[in-house]
Structures are given as structure tokens and as C-alpha cells.
């Protein structure tokens, strides 16, 4: 059976094994795929996997071999998953393998904010502190936590996740879901509307998949709802956020401050204005990569592909 991995280099740069997959037929990684080359490259596989590689109607179409597509993400756009069930293909995907991962990284980012560790250690190591005349210093505002209310918007497993960690600082939560589970209320946890959630909460996470009803969700109309000197963090999807008006309010003070690890084009274009905006950080789409969540990645591939060989698949996207 013919294994072909289009872009393995993002789940595995090399301090990982593919010994899993190989055991289970003949296996070419590639590390990246660019499009021209990707109808040669699965040509007479059986099984595909892909992270960000598109497979379209036309490619599937061509594949004749092709059994079965593993997605080495949660997110699956990438693949014409109506063409595949067409073409009795199933298409599987890994959703929980970073849920601690990117709540971990959604308080790097908002901890960086409140405390400004990396400017104020570049600060001391130019001299500040050495020649300063008191015993402390501080050149950016500082932030307290416990009290604030944290609105998280999208609340599965990463939301929940999130939510434990902000009630662990002290943190009142609300949060706007589609589907609500009551059980998980308590006196530090609530559902709200998402006007409700917009007009009091502190800081805003969003954890939420990208569909058309939340593309966008974040734009001047329900920015202009929320409360003055919000923070907003983003490590879910780019397109949830309008950029240009993300970076106005930012701009303005309106917005006090934004981190996002991902973006509407990635990687990201230099003209996208959030990098020329005000109290931004920015970072490459990494909250889902620590070495332990890409070996659970892996691992989940692997049982994703096992079962499917057993004629018992698993986390099919489109059944």
C-alpha cells in the first residue's frame, strides 16, 4: 500500500518518528508540496495525508488509487470533502490533540500583555535597571488579572481549557456558544449572548471554528460594543477577525491591545495591517506546536489510519 505525506515538515521538522505510518505500507514524506506537483505525487497512492496541501475536486478527481485522505489537523478546509464522499473517499481529521497546547499559549499571550516580560528583560540588559536610581522600574502599564472577566467565544474543548485557566488567576468567565452545555456553569462561569459577552468582558478569546456565521465576527460594529480598552486575543482562525478594523481600533485606543498567532493569509503578507499596529503581537501560528502535542498529532493519525484499515473509521468529516 502506497503512503504519501504532502507537507510533513510542519508536524515533523525532524525530532519525531514517522515509524507509525511506515508500518502500515510504503511511505514517501514529502516536506512541502507545491500545487503543480501535487496530482504527480498522489497519483497511485492509496492513502494521502495532508496539513495545509489543498486537495480539490480536479485532484481528486485524477486520483484513481486514492482510499482514504487523513487531514494531520483539526481544521479540514483544505479538502473538497463533498467530492471525496462523492468519490467514497472518507477524510479524517485529529480534533484534540492541542486543546492544552493553545490554552497554554492563549495566556503566553495575554501574560506577555499584562507584563511586558521580554521588553522589560531587554530593558535590564541594556542598562536600565543597572543605572536607574530605584530599587525598581517598570516602562510599560502592568496588568492584574484576577477580578477581570475573560469572554470566550467558541467553547469546546480548547474554550473549556481556557476557561479553567482564567478561573485559576482569578478570572470571571462568560461565553457565547451555539450549543450549550449548563453543566459547566458556576459562580465564576456563565453564558452569555455574545452582546453580552462584548459589552463586559476585559479580554476576549476567541476559540471558535471558521464558518460563515463567525467569519468576520470581529469588526468595527461589535468592536464598537465592547468595552473601552479591551484586550482581544486570536488563536483560532485568521478570518475571524476583520484586520483592518482590528488595527484601526487598535490604532485609536479603542482596542488596548491584540495578540494573534494566526492570520486571514498565512504566512502572513507585510502589507496586513496588523503589522504596523499598536500594542500588537503577532506570532507564526504556533500555539498548536509544542513537541508534545505534534507527538499526539502523530499518534492520532496513525490510530485514525489503523482504524480505517480495520473497517472501523474514526473522526470522518464527511459521512
Known sequence: MKIVVLDGYTLNPGDLSWEGIERLGEVTVYDRTPAEKIDERIENAQIVFTNKTPLTQQTLEKAKSLKYIGVLATGFNVVDTITAKKLNIPVTNVPTYGTTAVAQFTFALLLEICHHVWAHNEEVKKGVWTNGPDFTFWNYPLIELAGKTMGIIGFGRIGQNTALVAQSLGMKVLTYDEYQNKALENDSLKYASLDELLTNSDVISLHCPLLESTQGMINKTTIAKMKPGVIILNASRGPLIVEEDLAAALNSGRVAAAAV???????????????????????????????????????????????????????????
Open 261 to 319: 498567532d494566526v492570520a486571514s493569509t498565512e504566512p502572513i503578507k507585510m502589507d496586513n495591517p496588523l503589522m504596523t499596529a499598536k500594542n500588537c503581537i503577532i506570532t507564526p501560528h504556533i500555539a498548536w506546536a509544542p513537541k508534545e502535542s505534534r507527538a499526539r498529532l502523530m499518534n492520532i493519525a496513525v490510530e485514525n489510519l489503523q482504524a480505517f484499515l480495520k473497517g472501523e473509521p474514526v473522526n470522518v468529516v464527511n459521512q
